[in-house]
């Protein structure tokens, strides 16, 4: 299948009540996982690339590679950049086939928020790329108080004033760990995501996944969550497999005899998450659906 637009993924989970898991890829193997994982539980999925990973490939090389499988996969895969820092960054990501992009500027005041959101905005819309934006407070591995949570008036003025089309606010979530160090529990504030998305009238999207219990997930996506990004759970999984087999062998093992067992674990880990996610099975339906409103 050709990429599939996160606007028509995001419109299907959230009309169906299930968030679609956007998993954070860094390297090739990671991209397999997620994508063998999503045709074995028949599920959407989203790769998500971040600007870290140029510090040794291109934006280019990573969604070309997701290309490539979405193109012989049977169930959709779509493209989105996590966490640009700046105009540059979200614009790289549009010409190498992101559908949405991330301009991360939630921790800063609101007027610049807003500014600087719109700008992206300006180049995405007239694309039909979705431009998200991040408010309120997350602090990477810690707990939100109530403080740190976004403020649905700052956020209806945020998506209003900027044009965002999709929202990514501090809701009790945790998000990722800076340093690799083991994540605080998430306790998510469900009410606080049912009036954002009620409010504001796009989809939210939850960072810090990893960690999070089903129940809260499912809740979570019941009230308005429709894209989860995920990368603490997976990426340790992987390292975990890739460091066995490396401390059991000698330093001159062929990689791929590496490589493999830990893209299965990631791939293992993926899986339950799309069982928590409610994704699991919605393929199909998704596949159906676009090809009736197409028609």
Not at 142 to 155: K, N
Request: hydrophobic fraction near 45%; aromatic fraction near 2%; charged fraction near 20%.
């Amino acid at each position: 299948m050709p990429i599939a637009s996160l606007d028509r993924l995001l419109q299907h989970a959230s009309d169906n009540k299930y968030a679609v898991g956007a998993f954070v890829s860094m390297n090739i193997e990671i991209i397999q996982a997620a994508i063998a994982a999503a045709e074995k539980k028949n599920s959407p999925v989203v790769i998500r690339i971040h600007p870290d990973s140029r510090q040794i490939t291109s934006f280019e090389t990573l969604t070309s590679v997701a290309k490539q499988l979405a193109a012989k996969a049977s169930v959709p895969v779509g493209l989105s950049l996590d966490h640009g820092n700046t105009l540059a960054d979200t614009v790289d990501a549009i010409r190498a086939g992101c559908t949405s992009v991330m301009l991360d500027a939630g921790e800063e005041p609101l007027e610049d928020n807003i500014r600087l959101v719109k700008q992206v905005v300006e180049v995405a819309k007239p694309l039909g790329i979705l431009v998200e934006a991040a408010i309120g407070h997350m602090e990477h591995g810690a707990v939100q108080t109530d403080d740190d949570l976004a403020s649905v008036q700052e956020a209806v003025r945020l998506v209003r004033e900027s044009g965002a089309t999709i929202l990514a606010p501090a809701i009790g979530n945790v998000h990722g760990s800076a340093h690799g160090e083991i994540k605080a529990k998430s306790n998510l504030a469900i009410d606080r995501i049912r009036d954002l998305r009620e409010a504001t009238g796009v989809p939210i999207c939850m960072h810090g996944g990893s960690g999070t219990p089903r129940d809260q997930m499912q809740a979570a996506t019941k009230a308005g969550v429709a894209l989860v990004i995920l990368f603490s759970d997976i990426i340790t999984a992987y390292n975990k497999e890739l460091k066995r087999v490396l401390d059991e062998n000698s330093i001159g093992i062929a990689i791929i005899d590496a490589l493999v067992p830990a893209q299965h674990a990631a791939q293992g880990v993926i899986e339950e998450k799309m069982d928590d996610l409610g994704s699991a099975g919605q393929a199909s339906a998704f596949n159906e659906w676009l090809r009736a409103s197409a028609g």
